[in-house]
C-alpha cells in the first residue's frame, strides 16, 4: 500500500532570499459512513487494522451468514428479510451491523456484499462505504481502481467526504492517473459542502499554485472557512499566509470571506475601507460594511457605525443614528460605546437628555478602566449632574483618572486640593498635580503654576520660575497668562523690564477679549509707555474693557467725556459711564456721578439721586463725598439742615486728608454742646471701627 503522498511547493517571498515551504499532506482519511447523515466510525488507516475492530484474518475466511440458517435469537431477523426483498435501507443497516460485530458477529465479506447491493441502488452512505471497504481491503483484496469508482458513485451523489477521497485519490494517482487540477476540482465540491479538511487542502493548493492558478486571497478564504469551523490547521495555514499577502490581497480575502457572510470579515471591510489599507479610502463603503456588521451584531462595528453618524464621516451626520448604535453596542458591554452613550445623554445630542443615565453609563466605563469615563463622571459629581453633588466622591473618580494619565483629571485633582473641595485643603498637593498636568502641555494648568510660583502658594515664591511657567501657557494663547506675563515686563518682575514686551502681551490678551489686557494696554497708549503716547487708541481700548466691566476702565472712559480728552465732550456719556462703575461701588464714580446729578449735567438735575451717590461714596471713605456730604447737611441742601451729621462727616473728611473740611467743621463744633461733640466723635469712632472691620474681612484676589 503506497504512503501517503507529501506535496511540497515551494514559493518565493516577496523582496526577500527567504523562502515559504506550503506542505499539501494528502492523506486517505477514510471514514466508514455509519449513516445515511453522515455519522462516523474510523477504520484503519490503509495498511492498518481499526483500533474500534478486531483484524481481519490473514486467510480472508469469513463465517458466510447469508448461507447459514438465521438463529430464533437473531436480533436483525427483520432487517435481513427486508434486505433480501431489496429494502435499500436494510441493506446498508445490514452491512453496518456484519461490519461493527455488535448485534451479530462480524463478518467482513458480507458487510461488503450487502453495501454492495444497497450502493448498486444508489445508497451513497453503502457506496462511501464500500469504496473505503476496497481501498483498506476489508473483507475483500485491496483494490484502488474499484474504491475510488465507488468514492467517484459517492462524491456524484454530492456526499463530501467521499468527494474529499477521491480528491486525496487524483492527488496521489490511486486507481486513477494522477491529476491534481481534478483533485482540486473535487476539494472545491466538498469544501463548497462544508468539509473542513477539503476546506484546508483546498487552501493549500491555491496557496501552492498547485492543480490551480496561484490565488492567495482564495486561499486565505478557504483557510477562514475552515477556521470558522475550528479547524486548529487552517488557523496556523492562515497566519502563515497572511505574512506573506499584500495589502491588497488581504483586502480581497477579506472581502470574499465577507460575501460568503463572514461577520468578522464584514467588519475587517469596514475597516480597510476606512482606513485606505490595501484599498482606496472610501468612507461610504466603509460605512455600508459597518452597516452590515453591525446588523448582525458585530459590538465593534456598531460603535465605527456609531461614531461614523456623529462625525458625518461616509454618510450624513445624523446624531439620532449614532445613539441608536452607541447603545446596542454599550448594551453589548462595549465600554467606549458607554462613554459615547453618557455624553450623548448629557449632551442631548441625538437621544433626549438625561444626566441621571449618562452618569450610568459613564459608571458602567469608569469601573472597567475607561479614563475620560472617570473624568466625567468625576465632573458629574463635582456639579451634581444626574447624580448628587459629592465633592469627594468627585475627587476619587478624578483621583483614578488623573492616575491613568488625565491631563484634564490632574488639573481637577489640583483644583479640588487648591480649593479644599472634597479633600482637605493642601497648595503642596495641589502643585503636584498642576504640574503633572502642565508638563503635559495643560495650557491652564500652566497658568496656575505660574500663579503658584508668583505668590508662593505650595512652592517657595519664585519670580523667574512664575514668568517661565506664565510664557508656556502665554504661547499657547491663554490671555490670562499674556497678562500676567505682560504685567511681569512691565514691573521688571522675574525679567528684565521691558516696557514694549509688556505692550506686545497686553495687545495679544487684549485682542483675545480679555478685558485687563485691554484695560493695560489702554493705560500704556495714554502713558506713552512701550508705545508713543496715543489718546484716541488708548481710548479705544479702555472703551472695550469697559464694555466688559472692569471698573477703572469705565472711570478713564467716563473721564475721557467729561473732560473731552481724545472725543467730543458728552456729559450724557460721561454719566453713563460714571454710573456704570458707580454700581460696582467705585467711590470716585459714584462721586462724580452725584455731581453730574446736583447739577444736571449729563442727566436731569436731582439733588436726592445726587445725595444717594454722595452718601454712598462717603460711606465708602471717599474724603471728597464726605465733605460733599458734611456740606449739604450743614446747609439743609435738598435734606433738612443737621449740624450733628454735618460735623460727622466734616471730621471724617479731615481725617482722611480733606483740608477743607477743617475750617466748616471748627464753625459747626462752636454751636455745639459739648454732650454733642462727645456724640459727633463717637459715632465717627464707631464708623471708622466698622470700616476697619470690612476692609479685615474683606477677601483679597
Known amino acids: 500500500m503506497p504512503d501517503f503522498l507529501r506535496i511540497v511547493t ?29 455519522q462516523d466510525s474510523r477504520l484503519a488507516v490503509p495498511g492498518t487494522a481499526s483500533s474500534n475492530s478486531p483484524p481481519v484474518q490473514a486467510s480472508g475466511k469469513t463465517n458466510d451468514l447469508s448461507t447459514s440458517k438465521p438463529s430464533v435469537l437473531d436480533p436483525l431477523t427483520e432487517t435481513r428479510a427486508e434486505a433480501e426483498r431489496g429494502d435499500v435501507a436494510a441493506q446498508f443497516k445490514l452491512g453496518l451491523a456484519l461490519f461493527d460485530g455488535k448485534e451479530v458477529e462480524r463478518n467482513l465479506s458480507q458487510a461488503a456484499r450487502w453495501f454492495q447491493k444497497a450502493g448498486e441502488q444508489g445508497h451513497p452512505g453503502a457506496q462511501f462505504n464500500l469504496g473505503v471497504f476496497h481501498a483498506q481491503g476489508l473483507g475483500m483484496p485491496q483494490d484502488y481502481n474499484e474504491a475510488g469508482k465507488w468514492f467517484r458513485k459517492a462524491a456524484e451523489q454530492k456526499d463530501p467526504k467521499a468527494q474529499l477521497i477521491l480528491g486525496d485519490f487524483y492527488a496521489n494517482g490511486l486507481g486513477v492517473v494522477a491529476d491534481l487540477a481534478e483533485a482540486v476540482r473535487w476539494y472545491r465540491e466538498a469544501a463548497e459542502r462544508g468539509e473542513a479538511r477539503a476546506q484546508v487542502k483546498l487552501g493549500l493548493a491555491l496557496a501552492a499554485g498547485q492543480g490551480a492558478a496561484q490565488d492567495y486571497p482564495g486561499a486565505y478564504l478557504w483557510f477562514s472557512v475552515a477556521v470558522v469551523q475550528g479547524n486548529k490547521e487552517a488557523e496556523s495555514y492562515r497566519n502563515e499566509l497572511i505574512s506573506e499577502m499584500t495589502p491588497e490581497q488581504v483586502v480581497e480575502g477579506h472581502r470574499q470571506h465577507a460575501n460568503r457572510g463572514n461577520l468578522e470579515d464584514q467588519f475587517n471591510m469596514g475597516l480597510a475601507y476606512a482606513n485606505g489599507q490595501g484599498i482606496r479610502q472610501d468612507l461610504s463603503e466603509a460605512v455600508k460594511w459597518f452597516h452590515r456588521a453591525a446588523e448582525r451584531g458585530h459590538p465593534e462595528a456598531q460603535f465605527k457605525l456609531a461614531t461614523a453618524y456623529g462625525e458625518g464621516q461616509g454618510v450624513k451626520r445624523d446624531t439620532a443614528e449614532a445613539a441608536k448604535w452607541f447603545r446596542k453596542t ?23 437628555k438625561d444626566e441621571k443615565e449618562a452618569a450610568h453609563w459613564y459608571e458602567k466605563a469608569a469601573r472597567q478602566g475607561v479614563v475620560e469615563a472617570q473624568f466625567n463622571l468625576g465632573l458629574a459629581c463635582s456639579l451634581g449632574r444626574g447624580v448628587a453633588k459629592d465633592f469627594s466622591r468627585a475627587v476619587e473618580w478624578f483621583r483614578q483618572a488623573a492616575e491613568n494619565g488625565s491631563v484634564p483629571a490632574q488639573f481637577n485633582l489640583g483644583a479640588m486640593f487648591e480649593t479644599g473641595r472634597g479633600v482637605v ?55 490670562r497668562a499674556q497678562v500676567n506675563l505682560g504685567s511681569a515686563y512691565f514691573a521688571g518682575q522675574g525679567i528684565a523690564k521691558d516696557h514694549v514686551e509688556a505692550v506686545k502681551w497686553f495687545r495679544l490678551a487684549g485682542e483675545l477679549g480679555d478685558a485687563r489686557g485691554q484695560y493695560n494696554l489702554g493705560g500704556l497708549y495714554e502713558r506713552g509707555e512701550g508705545v508713543d503716547h496715543n489718546g484716541a487708541e488708548a481710548l479705544k481700548w479702555y472703551l472695550r474693557a469697559a464694555e466688559q466691566g472692569i471698573a477703572q476702565a469705565q472711570m478713564k472712559v467716563a473721564n475721557a467725556y467729561a473732560h473731552g480728552l481724545s472725543v467730543a465732550q458728552d456729559y450724557g456719556q460721561a454719566a453713563k459711564w460714571f454710573r456704570h462703575a458707580a454700581e460696582k461701588e467705585e467711590p470716585v464714580a459714584q462721586f462724580n456721578l452725584a455731581v453730574l446729578c446736583s447739577r444736571g449735567q449729563g442727566v436731569t438735575e436731582d439733588k436726592r439721586e445726587a445725595l444717594k451717590w454722595f452718601r454712598r461714596a462717603a460711606d465708602r471713605g471717599y474724603a471728597k463725598a464726605e465733605l460733599a456730604l458734611g456740606t449739604i447737611y450743614a446747609n439743609g441742601e435738598g435734606i433738612a439742615q443737621d449740624d450733628l451729621e454735618a460735623s460727622k462727616w466734616l471730621v471724617l473728611a479731615s481725617a482722611h486728608g480733606e483740608t477743607n473740611a477743617v475750617a466748616l467743621n471748627d464753625a459747626i463744633i462752636a454751636e455745639l454742646t459739648p454732650e454733642q461733640r462727645i456724640h459727633v466723635q463717637q459715632i465717627v469712632n464707631q464708623t471708622l471701627s466698622q470700616r476697619l472691620k470690612g476692609k479685615a474681612g474683606s477677601k483679597v484676589e
Open 330 to 352: 454599550a448594551e453589548q458591554g462595549h465600554i467606549k460605546a458607554q462613554l459615547q452613550l453618557g455624553i450623548a445623554l448629557a449632551e442631548g445630542q441625538g437621544i433626549p
Open 425 to 479: 485643603r493642601d497648595n503642596t498637593e495641589a502643585v503636584n498635580w498642576f504640574r503633572r498636568a502642565a508638563s503635559q502641555g495643560d495650557a491652564d494648568a500652566q497658568l496656575r503654576m505660574g500663579m503658584a510660583y508668583a505668590r508662593g502658594l505650595g512652592v517657595v515664591q519664585d519670580s523667574i520660575e512664575a514668568v517661565k511657567w506664565f510664557r508656556k501657557a502665554a504661547d499657547q494663547g491663554v490671555p
Open 10 to 38: 515551494r514559493l518565493q517571498i516577496r523582496d526577500s532570499s527567504r523562502s515559504l515551504w506550503w506542505s499539501l499532506v494528502v492523506g486517505l482519511s477514510l471514514v466508514l459512513m455509519t449513516s445515511s447523515v453522515g
